[in-house]
T-cell receptor, first 116, second 111 residues
Framework: GAVVSQHPSRVICKSGTSVKIECRSL??????MFWYRQFPKQSLMLMAT?????????EQGVEKDKFLINHASLTLSTLTVTSAHPEDSSFYIC????????????FGQGTRLTVV | GQNIDQPTEMTATEGAIVQINCTYQ??????LFWYQQHAGEAPTFLSY????GLEEKGRFSSFLSRSKGYSYLLLKELQMKDSASYLC????????????FGSGTQLTVLP
């Protein structure tokens, strides 16, 4: 199946700093990628839809100035958590729109962000 | 709006069969997915239903009734490694795999 690689898998940062998370589609071109957030014992919540070459679409309640998304190429989308605070500590997962003829979305490995 | 309901927790015995139910009310429907997620890991795809009926894939089967807004995931011959969270997710119409997830069902398989 198609592979989506997410990096880093774990990151600890100090409050007030910024963190960048990368999501790459390794063997297919992804015009659309999705960013989800998951708090402990909760389900995945869609944060934003990342479109190659255009602005991301954010879900209601997600601050676009805090969670910067860049999708500059067909194989890479990045999520930058700016001025991180402890309440931003969460599990962030990306997924890529599946290639033609393939049904399921493909998920990255996830990034565990801890803000101290 | 979107509303997807599934039980929070279930427990079953190794070798048994377990059925995890999911009901949904969404503004648009383009298929229902089941994913398995182990703690701290990304979800892995199990099944996809877009038409009514049963889809069987090895030890896992998934059923869909669009008129009832209902699906279930059936796991047979349970193994200890099946202990995980099972996520029901709906793809709304016209969206390229943008998924709305249920809260997940934590399944514990006991020896």
């Amino acid at each position: 199946g198609a592979v989506v690689s997410q990096h880093p898998s774990r990151v600890i940062c100090k409050s007030g700093t910024s963190v960048k998370i990368e999501c790459r589609s390794l063997d297919f071109q992804a015009t659309t990628m999705f960013w989800y957030r998951q708090f402990p014992k909760q389900s995945l919540m869609l944060m934003a839809t990342s479109n190659e070459g255009s602005k991301a679409t954010y879900e209601q309640g997600v601050e676009k100035d805090k969670f910067l998304i860049n999708h500059a190429s067909l194989t890479l989308s990045t999520l930058t958590v700016t001025s991180a605070h402890p309440e931003d500590s969460s599990f962030y997962i990306c997924s890529a729109s599946s290639p033609r003829g393939v049904t399921e979305a493909f998920f990255g490995q996830g990034t565990r962000l801890t803000v101290v | 709006g979107q509303n997807i309901d599934q039980p929070t927790e279930m427990t079953a015995t190794e070798g048994a069969i377990v059925q995890i139910n999911c009901t949904y009310q969404t503004s648009g429907f383009n298929g229902l997915f089941w994913y398995q997620q182990h703690a701290g890991e990304a979800p892995t795809f199990l099944s996809y239903n877009v038409l009514d009926g049963l889809e069987e894939k090895g030890r896992f089967s998934s059923f869909l009734s669009r008129s009832k807004g209902y699906s279930y995931l059936l796991l047979k011959e349970l193994q200890m490694k099946d202990s995980a969270s099972y996520l029901c997710a709906v793809s709304p119409s016209g969206s390229a795999r943008q998924l709305t997830f249920g809260s997940g069902t934590q399944l514990t398989v006991l020896p």
